[in-house]
């Protein structure tokens, strides 16, 4: 069986593909502690991995800041246009599927799963699939220990959108009442960030609740 690395942050759709990747591949997770991290992110990171039964690489990059965090004046002047500058961050994916290609080609993993949506396209360009397409060109050229079969980043959620990611880890029984995809820290997710608005959306046109709104369903 084919060993894969999966980007593992502890939000709903990196979750989901972990436990896509689980059923198809020898699993190992990898997530990354940049500046001001949230300890409600580490933590279900570690709680998902745990369940799924997989090792998580842990890897500290305290230089690596989210917009909102950032000193700079151009960063000031494009946050209040769109919620989504407080979280972006130059070059993330380019870093971070780096770092991720570090550890694959020791680990022998031939996938690195990412887990970019439909939304993610249409702000973040890094997360398109020609981005992540030249990225795996670049690997291809530069690995030395991949006898021939160089390892891929692949985006099993590449084509859906918050609602198909749901169905799908639904199907594939992801404990979601684990995940944070919020920006806050709080015994609950905050419900007024873009993140949590998009989840609130997207559980509330299935018609059902989302489990990690549940107290006592997270303890």
Avoid at 17 to 38: D, K, P
Avoid at 82 to 93: E, F, G, Q, T
Avoid at 145 to 162: F, H, K, S, T
Wanted: proline share 4%; glycine share 6%.
């Amino acid at each position: 069986m084919d060993k894969a690395l999966v980007m593992l942050s502890g939000g709903l759709d990196s979750a989901t593909c972990l436990y896509w990747a689980r059923e198809r591949f020898a699993v190992s997770a990898i997530t990354f502690n940049y500046f001001g991290r949230l300890q409600k992110e580490k933590r279900a990171t570690h709680l998902l991995a745990e369940d799924a039964g997989v090792q998580v690489i842990e890897v500290d990059v305290p230089f690596v800041k989210e917009a909102s965090d950032f000193n700079g004046s151009r960063m000031k002047e494009k946050k209040g246009s769109d919620l989504r500058w407080a979280s972006y961050v130059p070059a993330r994916n380019m870093m971070f599927y780096s770092i991720a290609a570090h550890y694959a080609e020791y680990l022998n993993a031939k996938w690195i799963v990412g887990g970019h949506n439909s939304h993610d396209v249409s702000f973040f360009k890094d997360a398109s699939r020609p981005y992540i397409e030249k990225m795996n060109s670049l690997f291809a050229e530069g690995c030395l220990l991949c006898d021939g079969r160089p390892y891929q980043i692949v985006l099993p959620l590449a084509e859906m959108d918050r609602k198909a990611i749901i169905a799908l880890a639904h199907r594939l029984h992801v404990p979601i009442e684990m995940t944070w995809s919020c920006h806050r820290e709080g015994e609950l997710p905050c419900e007024k960030c873009y993140a949590c608005m998009q989840r609130l959306e997207a559980f509330s046109a299935l018609g059902i609740r989302d489990p990690a709104l549940d107290l006592k369903r997270r303890e």
